[in-house]
């Protein structure tokens, strides 16, 4: 009786968990945006139009951030910015903090984000231990001059973080080639090793 309790309750805490911390984060959203915006853009659209709903920041917040990627997308917008930006990263305490961020929204947002050529696999970080990678690009021919081998560029997330790792050049007859794609190996890698990438890519492929 117990062990069946017990596996409803896990089979009930995989599907309400992801969908109570998705509501709580989009409830957090709207919160934190009219906290911020909605006691300056309330008494204005009140008064201009008559009316005020809680959430109404958070829309007009869209239409902003799309507004400033119209702006850093054109030749004399992406000027502005990347001077600003270049006068941002010497002041202290943004010098440490924002690059961080941009690392970060770069990699969740950017369709850079997949240009990995394919997820392998390597020993890493000793013989007999296997690590999932992501195969960036041939080296150099002066550093396979150098070191005699055919060597790849590697990028080996750390969990459960993916935008952070460490970069390695192996050599490409010690790479193991993978069809896993890269959501589902980050997947992998954010869940610690729960969600199987294999499990990933045959779901995808089903979609």
Known sequence: MFAKMRKYFISGLIV?????VTIYLFAWAINFTDGILGKYLQPIIYNRFGFYFRGLSI????????????FVTNYFGRKIYLFFENLMIRVPFF????P???????????????????VIIVEYPRKGIYSFGFLTNESNKEINKKTGHEMCN??????PGPVTGYVVMIPKKDIIYTDIS???AIK????????NPYSCSEQNGKK
């Open 16 to 20: 309400f968990l992801p969908v109570a």
């Open 59 to 70: 829309i007009i917040l869209v239409y902003l951030v799309m507004i400033i990627g119209f």
């Open 95 to 98: 010098k440490q903090v924002y």
């Open 100 to 118: 961080a961020f941009k690392e970060i929204a770069l990699f969740l947002f950017s369709r850079d984000k997949l240009s990995f050529k394919q």
């Open 154 to 159: 590697v990028f080996l997330p750390s969990a």
């Open 182 to 184: 890269v959501e589902a």
């Open 188 to 195: 992998f890698n954010v869940s610690g090793g729960v969600v």
